[in-house]
């Protein structure tokens, strides 16, 4: 497969299902220099599309990304039914937090076409597909055009977990809510990187993670100080964290820097019938790594490093 130049800013289609750490990986990859922010797809999942895409077109507004193509997606998983992450994200899917009205359009055409447009009107080995939510959208482009398949660079999602789960036991939230979809995702063949729980859960935003946004003291840094809290108390009253875990804009440090996160090469399947482990992603472990494996799996993170970008971000847009 052809590649990019590695100079140049990486060509990225953010999915996402905003979500307040969906929030920051758009303010991620809306300011870093080395991101390229092609276009904005959404996905119900922490709330339902019609929710979720507000808050894109919302965030979008206050960050100042306004020229971005932003299409909605689908409303429901492949066969189902509709999970959402109220729990967590409330209501609106960012309770705490202040938005301005959009002031983008929504891309008259449907997320799965504008995915498909995106990466058609590259050149093969340009455009990175970085799903942040359930991967829905992702599986129905490459079953609508399976051509898009040889053409992505790689796909690059938050999801899963290889030793953890936070929706059951052993499931992610994400690849829960539509596991046929994600099974379509890692089957598919292109190169796939899994940037799951086990990275994740180390992106803290520790009060001193808030101290650093909130010293920038600027309309977009309030914002991720509201985000900041609003998740850390969620987090904290629901699954016990002392601060909330970012997870949505690990994905796009990867891309920024692979060198932030540490992976390694890895057989990966999706279960689909288990009684208590449906959702369960099932990273083969054994033995030395595989060569010829085109699926990755996140081990580990550089937190510092990352904590670095996110709060470049936001001073750059303050």
């Known amino acids: 497969m052809a590649t990019a130049a590695p100079s140049s800013p990486r060509k990225i289609l953010l999915d996402a299902d905003p979500g307040h750490?969906?929030?920051?990986a758009l303010l991620l990859a809306h300011a870093n220099p080395r991101i390229d922010l092609l276009a904005v797809t959404t996905i119900g999942g922490n709330q339902t599309l019609e929710k979720v895409t507000r808050n894109a077109l919302g965030v979008l507004t206050l960050l100042g990304a306004t020229d971005l193509p932003?299409?909605?997606g689908c409303t429901r998983p492949l066969v189902r039914p509709v999970r959402v992450a109220a729990d967590i994200h409330g209501e609106s899917g960012l309770d705490g937090v202040d938005l301005p009205s959009p002031g983008i359009a929504l891309d008259p055409r449907h997320a799965v076409d504008l995915i498909i447009d995106t990466v058609m009107a590259h050149a093969p080995?340009?455009?990175?597909l970085v799903p942040t939510g359930p991967l829905t959208n992702i599986a129905l482009a490459a079953r609508k055009e399976p051509a898009i398949v040889e053409r992505v660079r790689e796909v690059v999602l938050m999801g899963g977990g290889v030793h953890e789960g936070n929706a059951t036991p052993v499931a992610e939230f994400n690849i829960l809510c539509d596991p046929e979809a994600a099974a379509i995702v890692f089957d598919a063949g292109w190169d796939v990187v899994m940037v799951g729980l086990d990275v994740t859960h180390q992106a803290?935003?520790?009060p001193e993670v808030a101290a650093r946004v909130g010293e920038l003291d600027s309309p977009v840094s309030r914002f991720v100080g509201q985000l900041i809290e609003a998740?850390?108390?969620a987090y904290r009253d629901v699954q016990g964290f002392d601060a909330p875990p970012v997870h949505d804009p690990c994905a796009v440090a990867y891309v920024i820097d692979p060198a932030i996160v540490a992976t390694r090469r890895a057989g990966l399947t999706v279960e689909l019938a288990g009684g208590h482990t449906t959702g369960m992603t099932v990273a083969d472990l054994?033995?030395?790594?595989?060569?010829?494996c085109h699926t990755r799996v996140g081990v580990g993170l550089d937190v510092e490093r990352f904590?670095?970008?996110?709060v470049d971000?936001?001073?750059?847009?303050s």
């Open 313 to 317: 971000a936001v001073r750059r847009l």
């Open 286 to 292: 054994r033995g030395p790594e595989p060569t010829d």
């Open 125 to 128: 080995g340009e455009v990175t």
């Open 21 to 24: 750490d969906d929030a920051v």
């Open 204 to 206: 803290l935003a520790t």
């Open 307 to 310: 904590w670095d970008l996110v």
């Open 231 to 233: 998740f850390g108390r």
């Open 70 to 72: 932003v299409a909605a």
